[in-house]
């Protein structure tokens, strides 16, 4: 609350719109409901990692991923073309046009996988990700299981498994933890 009284008093003096008085009266935690209905921390990223998920321009999954150290968002991603390259929507998947089943050949399809670009967001950030937790929707890959093991990945929470199932192994070898939850309620509530 604290962070918002200031941030709030620093808007006020730029655009002279809000003051500090109103800042007293702001009310965000009194509701009852809010309090029964906030959502578990695993549900909570996942619910990020989904809405990250819509930028996908994959025609066959769309896939987000959040990576998260003490509760702070390092980076996100999903799946798509590299930057400034035609996409999948755009082109059309030429693993569909070979006839590629889902999970073999990566290397065929443009798209950055979702937790690829996660970890490559991430790379420029104030923070190392080492020992931070990957919120995906889908398990990985094997290529992405081993960035992730490279970049200091500890767990993956995932809800939807994909079919390359290769990354169980490297996993298990590394003591990397994979913990599938429950799809979280895809509604988001908003008090005013």
Known sequence: MKFLQIFMAKKATKNKTATTS??????????????????????????IALVVSERATCRRHSVGAVIVKDRIILGTGYNGAPKGAKDC??????????GIKSGERNEICRAVHAEQNAIIQSAGGLMSIEGATMYCTHSP???????????GIKEVVV??????????????ELGIKI????????????YE
């Open 22 to 47: 109103n800042i007293k009266h702001l009310n965000l935690t009194k509701s009852a409901r809010r309090k029964e209905k906030r959502p578990k921390v695993d549900d909570y990223f996942m619910k």
């Open 179 to 190: 913990r599938k939850i429950k799809k979280p309620e895809l509604s988001i509530d908003f």
């Open 89 to 98: 929507l755009e082109l059309g998947c030429l693993r569909d046009e070979l």
């Open 141 to 151: 890959c094997n290529v992405c299981a081993k960035m992730m093991a490279n970049a």
């Open 159 to 172: 809800f939807e498994k994909y079919a390359d199932q290769q990354f169980k192994k490297l996993f298990k």
